[in-house]
C-alpha cells in the first residue's frame, strides 16, 4: 500500500557478508536477501513466538546459512565486530532507548560495516507533524511504537556516518544506510594499548 514491500526490497538486498537482523519479526525481510552476496545470517528478535514465525519461513532464504536466536537488540551477547552488515526494519520506532540500542548494534558491526535501516519517524512536514504527536499516545499504547522520533537524528548521535537516505510517506517512512567509522576501530585499539 505504502510502497514498504519496495523499500524492504531496496534496503535488505544491501546487506552482505556475515549479516545479523535484529528485531526480525515474522521474517518479512528473508526472500530480500541475496544468496550471492550473504555469506551468513543471523536472526534475533526478543519475542519466542516472533522467532518461532520467523524459523517457519527460513526456505525463504534461499540456502544462506542461517541462525535464530533470543535476544534484545538493546544487549546482545554477540563479541564486538562480529558483522559486515546489520539490517533493522521497524525496531528503532520501539526501542526504550533508541541511542544506547543503536550504540550496541553499532559495537557488533566491523569497522567500515553497514547499518540498513527502515524505519517510522518524524515527518518532514509540519502540519503531518504535528498530526503525529497529537495521536503520540495512543500509538505508543497501541502499537508499541513512537512514530515521532527524529530518526536521522538518533543514529547520528550514536555515532553512524548516514551515506545515504530516502524518505516517503510525509516524510515518515525513512530509509537509512550509514556506516560505522573505520577511524572509530583504530582509536580503540590505541586504547586498549593505554590500558596495558
Known amino acids: 500500500l505504502l510502497g514498504i514491500r519496495s523499500l524492504r526490497k531496496q534496503l535488505v538486498t544491501r546487506a552482505q557478508g556475515d549479516v545479523l537482523e535484529v528485531a526480525a519479526g515474522t521474517g518479512r525481510n528473508f526472500r ?28 525463504a532464504l534461499r540456502g544462506i546459512p542461517a541462525e535464530f536466536k533470543l535476544q534484545n537488540s538493546a544487549k546482545m551477547k554477540f563479541p564486538d565486530e562480529s558483522f559486515d552488515a546489520v539490517v533493522d526494519t521497524f525496531g528503532v520506532c520501539s526501542y526504550e532507548k533508541p541511542v544506547e540500542t543503536l550504540q550496541e548494534l553499532k559495537r557488533v558491526i566491523k569497522p567500515g560495516g553497514a ?82
Not at 34 to 50: G, Q, Y
Not at 136 to 165: M, S, T
Request: glycine fraction near 4%; proline fraction near 3%.
Open 32 to 59: 530480500f536477501y541475496d544468496p550471492a552476496k550473504v555469506k551468513s545470517l543471523v536472526v534475533t528478535d526478543f519475542s519466542r513466538l516472533m522467532l518461532r514465525k520467523a524459523l517457519e519461513k527460513k526456505e
Open 115 to 196: 547499518l540498513l535501516l527502515l524505519e517510522h519517524g518524524e515527518s518532514s512536514w509540519i502540519y503531518f507533524q504535528k498530526k503525529l504527536e497529537r495521536s503520540l499516545l495512543r500509538h505508543v499504547w497501541k502499537f508499541g511504537c513512537y512514530h515521532n522520533r527524529p530518526i536521522r537524528q538518533l543514529v547520528n548521535d550514536a555515532g553512524f556516518d548516514v551515506v545515504f537516505e530516502k524518505r516517503r510517506v510525509f516524510g515518515t517512512i525513512y530509509l537509512i544506510v550509514a556506516r560505522k567509522p573505520a577511524k572509530e576501530h583504530v582509536r580503540q585499539l590505541l586504547d586498549r594499548k593505554e590500558e596495558e
